[in-house]
């Protein structure tokens, strides 16, 4: 075999093709003209997903997080906060999932750990996860009859954010807004996780995003 293709074998074997848990459904391909009924589902894929572990009580720990996220360190169960860059989830008393645009990840986690203080731990976890958007009229009907949990607005404001069951899998699901709901769920879950909310959603009129 030659040099010139010797380099050229080399660089296809190098080169590396980002494809998230979903992209064997083809959903980019979807038509943009379908008509719109109760319920829109789409997949946000290939996002920056950290998961932080830190003591809340270490002002220079969440002095360092504020610093470099834009946004404060939601403190309390099931809480959330978000920057023009981040959206940071509450998982526990001393664990946060930070979600980010994808391809910035490695520079967040830079800035972290350049910034924080004290016992704290950041680990990169964006290829075991994909986000699904649940949302229309009838989004929280869906849920209802996919998780046990109340996602009634009454118990689940926008903002709010719980990991439960959905339907035998689990997710991590935060209403963003009145009628839409962000799903972060684990790669392996993911296409039996968008197979059961296409199933729930049919009744209501259901339009694919991409």
Sequence with gaps: MSRVADDVFNDQQLAVRAESPLHHLGLTAKPANQPQGGVQLKEQALQGHLILRGDPNNELFTKGV???LGTALPTQP????????AVVQWLGPDEWLIL???GSEAQIEKELYEHLHGHYLVVDVSGGQ???HL???NA???LQKSTGYDVHLRNFPVGKGVQTTLAKATALIRRTETNTFELVVRRSFADYVWRWLVDASEEYG?????
């Design 66 to 68: 504020e610093k470099t």
């Design 78 to 85: 099931h809480q959330s906060s978000q920057s023009k860059t």
């Design 100 to 102: 980010v645009d994808g």
């Design 130 to 132: 994909t986000i699904l």
């Design 135 to 137: 949302s229309g009229t």
């Design 140 to 142: 929280e009907q869906v």
């Design 206 to 210: 259901l339009s694919i995003g991409s």
